[in-house]
């Protein structure tokens, strides 16, 4: 059994948690957690499971960390905390542990990450021996491994696209919904998400590793950007009302260009209610999925919906990210330390946990 840790106990790390659980190879060693009343509380019941597991959350890093866990999930958020997030995941290489997280964006594609962000890991593997997989759902399996997959079943191959379209109402991420998306803005707001750019950072290493996967070489990688504003007032759930003339619905793509043409394209189309825009692509039951379409002969589209905690949709994508990390542990403890991305990672069968509760 591989001594496992989950840092952080959020919408990622509720889920890592119980991908732990489910492992037959990993046994749950900690889980830390910043929040002081979370402090104490088993991670049973702090991931949503009916049972306590006998592990108590903590937020003493440097006891966990000097206990020399194999292993590390680091579900802690990165999106507007960026260097915070690096230097926690260099910690945890440095002290020996397989990490894996979604948490770092340039290093999906680790080959082209900024020195800022490679280099500092780098360092942490060699000193420590340690190792780094960095991936998720999008970006992440729904823009590397499952188009390659599904782009194998064609003859010929002329554009790949994957497509995220999602209702945002279902999101439990309201600072990350409202200010770095925009939603319930007024729509001369500039949300950091979509300045120019930031999605080519976001996604553009996802562009490069299929490309690489492909064996072709992109001209560049360019950005469209499109906003609507909501045409009348609607209350969520989870995050209140958002006012008619603001911000209800993105559409962006992040394009490879080959030959003077977009050949793989990464779409996002989210809105905060299904009345906005309605004339954008739409997921087959209006809340949300990820979707790969492969332009050729034949033409190939392959829909996924993952569901959990009570239907959610959103949770089920964070679900299946937490998956494609947590899935990847044993791979990695018995590779040697190292860098690595989604084209070194296999994405196996879940053998030992068919039926397994």
């Known amino acids: ?37 979370k402090v104490g509380r088993d991670a049973g019941p702090l991931a949503g499971l009916d049972r306590p597991l006998g592990v108590a959350a903590t937020d003493d890093i440097a006891a966990v960390l000097a206990a020399r ?10 999106d507007i905390r960026p260097d915070e997030a690096l230097a926690d995941v260099v910690r945890a290489v440095r002290a020996g542990a397989v990490v894996v997280t979604p948490a770092l964006y340039p290093l999906y594609d680790q080959r082209s990450a900024p020195p800022e962000f490679r280099d500092p890991v ?10 780094l997989f960095v991936s998720g759902v999008d970006p992440g399996w729904g823009n590397d491994v499952l188009p390659l997959l599904v782009s194998g079943l064609g003859s010929t191959v002329d554009v790949v696209r994957c ?14 919904v409202r200010h770095l998306i925009g939603m319930g803005h007024p729509m001369e707001y500039e949300p950091l998400m979509l300045a120019p750019s930031i999605p080519t950072m976001v996604w553009g290493g996802q562009i490069r590793l299929m ?19 909501l045409d ?29 043409e977009p050949r793989i394209v990464i779409e996002h189309v989210t809105r905060i209610h299904p009345s906005c825009a309605p004339d954008w692509p739409t997921p087959p039951d209006g809340v949300g999925a990820h979707r790969v379409v492969i332009e050729g002969r034949p033409r190939i589209e392959v829909t996924v919906e993952a569901t959990d905690e009570g239907e959610n949709r959103s949770a089920g994508g964070n679900a299946t990210a937490v998956g494609r990390l947590v899935n990847a542990v044993d791979w990695l ?22 039926g397994r509760k």
Not at 17 to 25: N, S, T, Y
Not at 163 to 175: G, K, L, V, W
């Open 69 to 78: 866990p194999r292993a590390v999930v680091y579900a802690a958020s990165g």
């Open 122 to 131: 780098l360092a942490a593997v060699a000193e420590g021996g340690g190792s």
């Open 232 to 260: 009348t007032t609607v209350t969520t759930r989870t995050m209140g009302v958002f006012e008619a003339g603001t911000q209800g619905a993105v559409r962006f793509e992040v394009q490879g260009v080959v030959a003077g």
């Open 163 to 176: 497509q995220e379209i999602f209702d945002y109402s279902t999101y439990e991420q309201e600072d990350s």
């Open 333 to 354: 403890v018995d590779a040697e330390p190292g860098l690595y991305d989604a084209l070194d990672v296999p994405l196996r069968p879940a053998v030992g946990r068919l």
């Open 211 to 229: 490309a690489r996967a492909l064996g072709v070489e992109l001209d560049e990688i360019r950005e469209t950007m499109a906003r609507r504003p």
């Open 1 to 37: 059994m591989i001594p496992t840790v989950v840092w952080g106990t959020g919408n990622v790390g509720r889920a890592a948690i119980r991908a732990v659980d489910a492992h037959p190879g990993l046994a749950l060693a900690a889980v830390l957690v910043h929040d002081p009343a």
